[in-house]
């Protein structure tokens, strides 16, 4: 199936930085979605973009829906140990149903 | 909150064996939805279901059925488990219609020796 692209595959920043993730696809999405995984455990979604353009934030985190429909950004401010996890992003095609197409996911690391 | 719920966090099966992996949704969602997860792989999706008795294909079904006798409950059935099934398993659920964020169980990871 088709997959979104997520780069790179880990990240190490360190406590206080600001962190900017992207996730790019050749086709439209009509939704993006961002989840974090922490290890062992399921994802968690984080925050859902439904227009294109559309700024959200949750947080410390901020999260935009690409204008061309084919990308979008997540931003973690003033990153914390906790923010240590997984990161996906999963969109939803245009007149698709409920299926979603996931990234491979960012591995984030933060030191002290 | 949405509550997704795996029946088991561990497990370890033998080559052969006939194992089930039990998911339940308190959302009275429509839609349900098993993965598993790889390293390098992500997310595969294996089977979904938009109602009760229904299913669908995804990604990668072949060596698993599944069985939603119950809006609230999807089972995955691993009919005669291989090496190759070890791997993190992951329920989802969501609200029928497109668009609609899905939400993820714990996972249960499977080791097949």
């Known amino acids: 199936g088709q997959q979104l692209n997520q780069s790179p595959q880990s990240m190490f920043i360190q406590e206080g930085e600001d962190v900017s993730m992207n996730c790019t696809s050749s086709s439209i999405f009509n939704t993006w979605l961002w989840y974090k995984q922490d290890p062992g455990e399921g994802p968690v979604l984080l925050i859902a973009?439904?227009?294109?353009?559309e700024l959200t934030s949750n947080g410390r985190l901020t999260a935009q829906f690409g204008i061309t429909r084919k990308d979008s950004f997540l931003n973690i401010s003033a990153s914390i140990p906790s923010d240590v996890g997984i990161y996906f992003c999963?969109?939803?095609?245009?007149?698709?149903?409920?299926?979603?197409?996931f990234g491979k996911g960012i591995t984030l690391s933060v030191r002290p | 909150d949405v509550k997704v719920t795996q029946s088991s966090r561990y497990l370890v099966k033998r080559t052969g064996e006939k194992v089930f992996l039990e998911c339940v949704q308190d959302m009275d969602h429509e839609n349900m939805f098993w993965y598993r997860q790889d390293p390098g792989l992500g997310l595969r999706l294996i089977y979904f279901s938009y109602d009760v008795k229904m299913k669908e294909k995804g990604d990668t079904p072949e060596g698993y059925s599944v069985s939603r006798e119950k809006k609230e409950r999807f089972s995955l059935i691993l009919e005669s488990a291989s090496t190759n099934q070890t791997s993190m398993y992951l329920c989802?659920?969501?609200?029928?219609?497109?668009?609609?964020?899905?939400?993820f169980g714990d996972g249960t990871r499977l080791s097949i020796l």
């Open positions: 989802a659920s969501n609200v029928g219609g497109a668009y609609q964020p899905q939400h």
């Open positions: 973009l439904y227009k294109a353009g």
């Open positions: 999963a969109g939803q095609p245009t007149g698709a149903n409920s299926k979603l197409t």
